[in-house]
């Protein structure tokens, strides 16, 4: 096309983000919950909205939304920030400290948006290999930030696809070790017994990101936040667009918010099945998975390609990631209903022997 010139350089040469879309009954490819939010709190929700003024522009920062997950959260309102989704969140973050030549360090493999966003703003992303058994290389993390003078760390914790977490110890030597800001983006948060939100009282440098996608089975209304030192808040909001949060999204995540005992049950559930499928995977010749801290699980085959093929013709989808650095022989599977993960398993072990 003739004006394509007029597009950065650095953004023609990145890959964008992208999904294929596949028609499978049993979808375990987007790490969502298996749970859908009851009727009785949708219903809840659009009568709340059918009672307010749809004319009218969103209240533009969300207060009684951003005082609502500080006290679910238990954290100063002050540094906290709403936006359409944790993802914008990284795109804010990444903005506003990036700039052309800025260092971005980030574990690979991870979640691919990170050196996406990195990309587009210019920055120069530094990728630190995981370990062999697919762990945080902290020592390496911290040593390249600070050669580098790097001025933003990304952690995603528990990882995706991995599974792998940082616990709040090292966390905190790292957050103590280098001048940079470290964002952790605790997506998967709350499978995992640990919270870098503890740690925000103690550090100025750190940055954490949480959402209502994944654990609250509410990822169709696209509710992400920010928690930091409240003047780290400050400066970071000021690259967040005006009314991002539509009406419904707002009713809704504050309605969400108080189904505190189902969201805990559901919790509960899915780390007792995501044990349970570890094992079973463990126990299936020619399979090889890998602890996880989130709803999911990263396991090796001999033919990866093959398996996931097959899988799709039993109506399985499961998430291929070959093409990530490291995972050549990799497949990632979501934690779903009982029913659903004994479909998968019972699918996984026909489609290997086969492969």
Same mark, same amino acid.
């Given at each position: ?7 950065? %350089?650095?953004?023609? /040469? ?19 919950? !298996? ?6 709190? #949708?219903?809840?929700?659009?009568? @709340? ?8 522009? %969103? ?10 997950? /500080? ?27 990036? @700039? %052309?030549? /800025? ?16 990309? $587009? ?27 580098? +003078?790097?001025?933003?760390? $990304? ?23 280098? +001048? ?8 998967? &948060? ?23 996608? #994944? ?8 509710? &992400? ?16 667009? %005006?009314?991002?949060? *539509? ?10 918010? *108080?189904? #505190? ?8 559930? $899915? ?10 995977? @463990? ?20 033919? !990866? ?6 899988? $799709? ?27 659903? +993960? *004994? ?6 072990? #026909? ?5």
């Amino acid at each position: 096309m003739t004006y394509l010139h007029n597009i950065k %350089p650095e953004v023609r /040469a990145l890959r964008g983000y992208h999904l294929t879309a596949f028609d499978c009954p049993i979808k375990l490819n987007q790490n969502e919950s !298996p749970f859908d939010v009851p009727d009785s709190v #949708k219903d809840e929700i659009l009568h @709340a909205v059918r009672n307010k003024p749809w004319s009218r522009y %969103p209240e533009p920062m969300q207060m009684d939304l951003v005082q609502a997950l /500080a006290d679910h959260v238990g954290v100063d309102a002050r540094g906290l920030i709403v936006c359409n989704g944790s993802n914008t969140l990284v795109q804010l973050v990444i903005g506003v400290v990036s @700039a %052309p030549g /800025a260092c971005v360090v980030i574990p690979s493999p991870s979640f691919s948006l990170y050196g996406l966003y990195a990309g $587009i703003f210019g920055g120069r992303i530094l990728e630190v290999p995981l370990t062999s058994d697919y762990g945080f290389d902290l020592p390496a993390l911290c040593r390249v930030a600070n050669q580098k +003078n790097a001025r933003l760390i $990304i952690l995603c914790s528990p990882n995706n696809p991995t599974g792998c977490a940082i616990s709040n110890r090292d966390l905190d030597d790292l957050l103590s070790s280098t +001048n940079a800001l470290v964002m952790v983006d605790e997506a998967y &948060g709350e499978f995992y017994d640990q919270t870098a939100v503890d740690l925000l009282p103690k550090h100025s440098n750190l940055i954490v990101l949480k959402t209502l996608s #994944k654990a609250y089975g509410a990822a169709g209304i696209r509710i &992400g936040y920010l928690i930091a030192h409240p003047d780290l808040r400050d400066e970071i909001i000021k690259g967040k667009i %005006p009314f991002d949060i *539509n009406i419904f999204s707002h009713t809704a995540a504050l309605t969400i918010l *108080n189904q #505190k005992p189902l969201i805990a049950k559901r919790i509960a559930f $899915i780390c007792s099945e995501r044990e349970r499928v570890f094992q079973a995977l @463990a126990q299936i010749d020619g399979v090889t998975p890998y602890p996880s801290h989130a709803n999911l699980i990263l396991f090796e085959v001999a033919d !990866p390609d093959a398996v996931f093929e097959g899988l $799709i013709e039993r109506g399985v989808l499961i998430r291929n990631v070959t093409s990530y650095p490291m995972l050549g022989h990799a497949l990632r599977v979501c934690i779903g209903t009982q029913k659903e +993960n *004994n479909r998968f398993l019972d699918a996984l072990e #026909k489609t290997v022997k086969e492969s």
